[in-house]
């Protein structure tokens, strides 16, 4: 069974830094693309960023550009979200999902972690 563990969200102030981690189990995601979204209270889920199977080609959000940097490590089937200079309207859940290869749609998706930023 596919499981993805979202964890590192937490409380910080406007301007700090979290680093995010998303574990997966079930099987390995070494020639899969995987991405992070948020939600934040009241607005619909949106695309942060994303990475390729071999990491040479992400992408990310305009309003996130500079500031977050997308990461993944194949041996331990993770990928990470690095969130620095974090704003308050950086505040959402977010979530790691899996895109197959060959695919266009996010399959598997990890329960969410809060990341709140307060001003």
């Known amino acids: 069974q596919v499981q993805l563990v979202d964890s590192g969200g937490g409380l910080v102030q406007a301007g700090g830094s979290l680093r995010l981690s998303c574990a997966a189990s079930?099987?390995?995601?070494?020639?899969?693309?995987m991405g992070w979204f948020r939600q934040a209270p009241g607005k619909e889920r949106e695309f942060v960023a994303s990475?390729?199977?071999?990491?040479?080609?992400?992408v990310y959000a305009d309003s996130v550009k500079g500031r977050f940097t997308i990461s993944r490590d194949n041996a331990k089937n993770t990928v990470y979200l690095q969130m620095n200079s974090l704003k308050p309207e950086d505040t959402a859940v977010y979530y790691c999902a899996v895109r197959l290869a060959f695919t266009t749609e996010y399959r598997y998706w990890g329960q969410g972690t809060q990341v709140t930023v307060s001003s």
């Open positions: 079930g099987r390995t995601f070494s020639r899969d693309s």
């Open positions: 990475i390729g199977w071999n990491a040479g080609r992400t």
